[in-house]
């Protein structure tokens, strides 16, 4: 386990971890997720690079404030967080919604991100799960407290610690259920519900860069996807290879939504390559 260490940002406490030297990744969670999914890439990552993964503002161990869950409001967050802990720049790594708030800093804040590495990605399009359209829907923040009740929560957690000791692992959904299970908080729940609103209506994905990916030509650009993802299609990446000139594109087979964690050391392997293999004028090769 990565030491989770905490740090005031505009007034509210950031919880992050970071280990490493060197080049900085900088790795940002999906949607009702954590930094601690990138707790099996990162122990692979920080042998060459220094890695940061915060817990995002209203997520994990971070303050969940009645505040501005928008892509930018992360942004600016992140890019503060970065200048009190005196880095520069950084290769941007964003999960899902990480993925959609990694394109909005590359545009609200280039200076900062080398390089961007887009994972299952938001913001590339309008589809999305059935399940994610709904919650958006009025009357979600009084539905969820019936769908995730804080007893099922114990038990299913009691489920997983049972299957740890017994050496059975399933990745896919292990953080399926830390996304699904964290609703059971209603800080969480209320932070939830007023991020998934931002970024997604009754039909879909409400916020896209599909009219500005051109613009990150000029800026490395991996795409990783499963492609058995259930949640965003894997058209999604093809359409983004296509508009980001120069863009390179991994499919990891038989991996859902979550291909760092459930492939962490392919996905270690791939962005350590990426990064070796696209000097930048902040970063180069080792």
């Known amino acids: 386990m990565f030491e989770l260490r905490r740090r005031s940002v505009n007034g509210h406490t950031l919880a992050y971890r970071m280990e490493g030297q060197g080049q900085t990744i900088l790795l940002i969670h999906g949607i009702a997720?954590?930094?601690?999914?990138?707790?099996?890439?990162?122990?692979?990552?920080?042998?060459?690079y220094r890695v940061l993964a915060p817990d995002l503002l209203?997520?994990?161990?971070?303050?969940?404030?009645?505040?501005d869950y928008?892509?930018?409001?992360?942004?600016?967050?992140?890019?503060?967080?970065?200048?009190?802990?005196?880095?520069?720049?950084?290769?941007?790594?964003?999960?899902s919604l990480g993925g959609g708030i990694a394109l909005q800093l590359s545009y609200q804040h280039p200076e900062i991100c080398e390089r961007m590495v887009l994972v299952a990605s938001g913001g590339l399009g309008r589809e999305i799960h059935p399940a994610l359209r709904?919650?958006?829907?009025?009357?979600?923040?009084?539905?969820l407290p019936l769908i995730a009740p804080s007893f099922v929560r114990?038990?299913?957690?009691?489920?997983?610690?049972?299957?740890?000791?017994?050496?059975i692992q399933s990745p896919r959904l292990h953080e399926g259920w830390q996304a699904y299970s964290s609703l059971a908080d209603p800080e969480m729940r209320r932070a939830f519900v007023r991020e998934l609103r931002a970024v997604v209506d009754h039909g879909g994905q409400a916020v896209s860069a599909s009219d500005r990916l051109h613009l990150s030509a000029a800026r490395p650009?991996?795409?990783?996807?499963g492609d058995r993802d259930p949640m965003i299609p894997l058209s999604h990446a093809h359409a983004a290879h296509v508009a980001i000139p120069g863009s390179r594109l991994e499919i990891f087979e038989n991996a859902?939504?979550?291909?760092?964690?459930?492939?962490?050391e392919r996905f270690a392997e791939v962005v350590a390559g990426?990064?070796?293999?696209?000097?930048?004028?902040?970063?180069?090769?080792?």
Not at 33 to 48: F, N, P, V, Y
Not at 71 to 79: K, P, Q, T
């Open 274 to 286: 990426f990064i070796e293999s696209t000097p930048t004028e902040q970063g180069s090769p080792s």
């Open 134 to 143: 709904l919650l958006a829907l009025p009357g979600a923040e009084w539905v």
């Open 221 to 225: 650009t991996l795409i990783v996807w």
């Open 256 to 264: 859902g939504h979550f291909p760092h964690a459930e492939y962490p």
């Open 33 to 48: 997720g954590s930094s601690s999914t990138w707790e099996e890439a990162m122990r692979r990552l920080a042998l060459r």
């Open 58 to 67: 209203g997520h994990g161990e971070s303050d969940k404030p009645q505040g």
């Open 70 to 95: 928008s892509l930018g409001a992360h942004a600016s967050f992140l890019r503060d967080l970065l200048g009190g802990l005196a880095i520069p720049s950084s290769t941007v790594v964003g999960h």
């Open 154 to 167: 114990e038990r299913g957690n009691a489920l997983f610690s049972w299957m740890r000791e017994q050496g």
